[in-house]
């Protein structure tokens, strides 16, 4: 299909914050494993390249909703892991309270059988 | 040591990128870094690998399209920006001031030889002048 990516990308990254958030709330991640645990929790359904994952994570730490740290790894390598904090959890459960709403509506729309003058 | 491959997909990246080299280096940061620690665990990539591994660079470029410009990122761009002047400016100076001292120890060892080659010549035009 000729919008195939597009559509595919553009359902995917509206999300990505959020589920990076949620994972966070787990446990403090870095690049590849945030990559690697978003295709495992998700089954699959969110397999995105690591380097698309910087712009959200650095949006996200631009905004204070989470917070970059160094760990050594290995000998003299440095690894940059990401750490949710309080104002990262209130966003979250805010953002998600508000999808619950969107997706009941959405939900509540795709069902919809009836014709354009129903009230 | 920077593979030029690696340097060569994060330039790449940043063509993409529509802000200041500044601030670009600053949105870059932390991928940079993923990038040469990705380097020295598998050893040197080719672009068509990080492309695989990472993604292409136009889609890593877009992935931080509404990155807002904060007065954090705008410090740190002004930073790398005053860092790099001054760089530059001590890199030419280094290099006038190396310029300068082979100009001097040049001239110096000229002068030496212009004198000797004016006393042996003048010494020739004596030793003619002699003969005459």
Redesign the interface.
């Known amino acids: 299909m000729k919008y195939e990516n597009e559509i595919r990308e553009n359902v995917r990254?509206g999300y990505v914050e959020l589920l990076i958030l949620k994972m966070l709330t787990k446990e403090d991640m870095y690049?590849?494993q945030i990559r690697q645990e978003l295709d495992k929790r998700t089954g699959g359904a969110f397999q995105v390249?690591?380097?698309?994952?910087?712009?959200?994570?650095?949006?996200m730490s631009?905004?204070k909703l989470i917070v970059?740290h160094k760990e050594l790894?290995g000998e003299k390598?440095?690894?940059?892991y990401y750490s949710i904090n309080e104002s990262g959890r209130e966003y979250l459960e805010f953002a998600l309270r508000e999808m619950e709403t969107v997706f009941a509506g959405i939900d509540m729309l795709l069902k919809w059988e009836g014709s354009a003058d129903e009230k | 040591m920077k593979n030029k491959v690696c340097q060569k997909y994060l330039r790449d990246?940043g063509k993409n990128l529509s802000c200041s080299a500044g601030v670009k280096h600053v949105?870059?940061h932390?991928?940079a870094?993923?990038i040469y620690?990705y380097e020295?665990e598998v050893g040197e990539a080719s672009y068509d690998k990080l492309c695989v591994?990472?993604?292409a660079p136009e889609?890593?470029a877009?992935?931080?399209?509404?990155?807002?410009l904060?007065d954090?990122?705008r410090s740190r761009a002004k930073k790398y920006f005053v860092t790099k002047i001054i760089a530059v400016a001590l890199a030419v100076a280094l290099v006038a001031v190396t310029a300068l001292l082979i100009y001097i120890i040049k001239e110096a060892s000229g002068t030496t030889v212009v004198s000797d080659a004016y006393e042996s010549v003048s010494g020739i035009t004596n030793k003619i002048t002699y003969k005459k």
Not at chain 1, 77 to 80: E, G
């Open positions: 990254m690049g590849y390249k690591e380097g698309s994952l910087y712009g959200p994570l650095y949006r631009e905004r970059a790894v390598r440095f690894r940059n | 990246i949105l870059l932390d991928f870094e993923r620690c020295a591994e990472f993604g889609d890593i877009k992935s931080f399209e509404g990155a807002a904060s954090n990122i």
